[in-house]
């Protein structure tokens, strides 16, 4: 899918998502969400991550090709990590193919190819 701003891709390889010393989930399934202006973004299916560890907040955000995101803390032994993984749950056709997934703040979770 690509628009003129937003391009996404299935992402090669095994990813895996980190916080607080513990692995949040592992996926060969991730979307690579390529924005004008932004660092590319990998989407998660939200069954390939542990949803135990996030609780949903308050907070929501809208981007003007995306849609509406809501917002997910992530509640480790040691800390919560405020607001740091979101998701578009009914997000603009152009970018359909996200819907339901997670994506994560990568300035507090780490986000890797393994």
């Not at 390889?13 to 692995?23: E, T």
């Not at 135990?52 to 809501?70: H, I, N, Q, V, W």
Request: proline letters at 4%; hydrophobic letters at 35%.
């Amino acid at each position: 899918m690509s628009t003129d701003r937003i391009t996404i891709e299935q992402a090669s390889g095994h990813w895996v998502v980190r916080a607080g010393g513990a692995v949040l989930g592992e996926s060969s399934d991730v979307l690579m969400l390529r924005e004008t202006g932004y660092d590319p973004v990998a989407y998660f299916p939200r069954e390939d991550i542990a949803i135990t560890f996030l609780d949903r907040t308050d907070r929501t955000t809208t981007c003007p090709y995306k849609g509406e995101a809501s917002y997910f803390s992530i509640v480790t032994k040691s800390t919560t990590l405020e607001n740091v993984v979101w998701c578009y749950e009914d997000p603009k056709s152009d970018v359909a193919r996200i819907a339901g997934r997670l994506a994560f703040d990568t300035e507090h979770v780490t986000v890797e190819e393994v």
